[in-house]
């Protein structure tokens, strides 16, 4: 096995930005371990699906574990899982908030333990964490439960950075707008797309692209790179 192609696990992969996010890797050649409940196996040999819940540990450990053993290393993770549960802040229950922090919140915190122990052990890696343009509040929107952990992984994305900077692990975020995959129905994507200044909904593929930048980017670490049409500038 030839162990010079880089490797990168995938989080969320089986739709929408997870998806293009493969899609965009394996252009460059990388290998690509991809996970989410309902992933299927690939025809494609440096594609390894593993299904699991990411907020479960057992399927970070399935994921680092298998990866090592199929490619030989890791050398990027992108933490893409995430929910969203957009009711106002008091209609939230407690299995809405237990169901956000088990994707968003302990899917991050398992995977990056052991990914980042994984990359210590040549002393180079990549983390990048897929957060949201969402440190402000829309007027008619109800964000708060999402926000709480963007915010929380905007935060750790930064103490992470300089954390492990002098181990060579580099870690940064994107920081989508309101992106066409299929969390948003077409019918309300005219609307979503006014949220933004350049007065359209993002592609997945935009994001993807930034998520391969930040990759190639060896000087960047504890970045949020938002990609979201101006929408963190103002409106
Ligand atoms: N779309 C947007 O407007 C937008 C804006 C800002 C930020 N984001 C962030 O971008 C990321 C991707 O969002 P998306 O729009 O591509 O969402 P999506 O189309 O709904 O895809 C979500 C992905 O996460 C996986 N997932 C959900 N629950 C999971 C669980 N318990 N365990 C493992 N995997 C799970 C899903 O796969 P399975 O169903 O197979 O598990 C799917 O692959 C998320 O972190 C989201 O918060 C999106």
């Keep these: 096995m030839s162990t010079s192609q880089k490797v990168v696990v995938v989080t969320g992969a089986s739709q929408g930005i ?12 990388y290998r690509v371990v991809a996970t989410s409940r ?18 479960d540990p057992a399927t970070a450990q399935r994921v680092i574990s298998e990866g090592v053993a199929r490619f030989g290393r890791i050398d990027t993770l992108v933490n893409n899982a995430g929910i969203f549960i957009g ?3 008091t209609e939230n229950t407690t299995e809405d908030y237990n169901a956000v922090m088990n994707v968003n919140m302990a899917g991050f915190f398992y995977i990056t333990k052991l990914a980042i122990a994984e990359m210590e052990k040549h002393a180079s890696g ?7 343009s969402i440190s402000n ?14 915010g929380g992984l905007n935060a750790a994305t930064r103490t992470l950075a300089i954390e492990y900077a002098k181990q060579g692990i580099r870690v940064n975020a994107v920081a989508p707008g309101v992106t066409k ?3 948003h129905p077409v019918e309300y994507h005219d609307m979503l797309g006014g949220f933004h200044p350049l007065g359209r909904m993002g592609e997945a593929s935009e994001v993807a ?8 980017a060896e000087f960047i670490t504890g970045e949020i790179l938002h990609v979201d049409g101006g929408q963190s500038a103002g409106r």
């Design 87 to 89: 009711k106002p802040f």
């Design 126 to 132: 990549h983390v990048v964490t897929v957060t949201g």
């Design 209 to 216: 692209s930034a998520i391969v930048f930040l990759d190639s």
């Design 181 to 183: 995959t299929p969390m």
């Design 18 to 29: 997870g998806a293009e996010v493969v899609k965009a890797f394996r252009k460059l050649d």
């Design 38 to 55: 309902t992933i299927k196996p690939s025809d494609d040999p440096n594609i390894l699906t593993v299904a699991g819940d990411i907020g």
């Design 137 to 150: 509040g829309i007027s008619g929107a109800h964000m708060t439960l999402a926000a709480m952990t963007k």
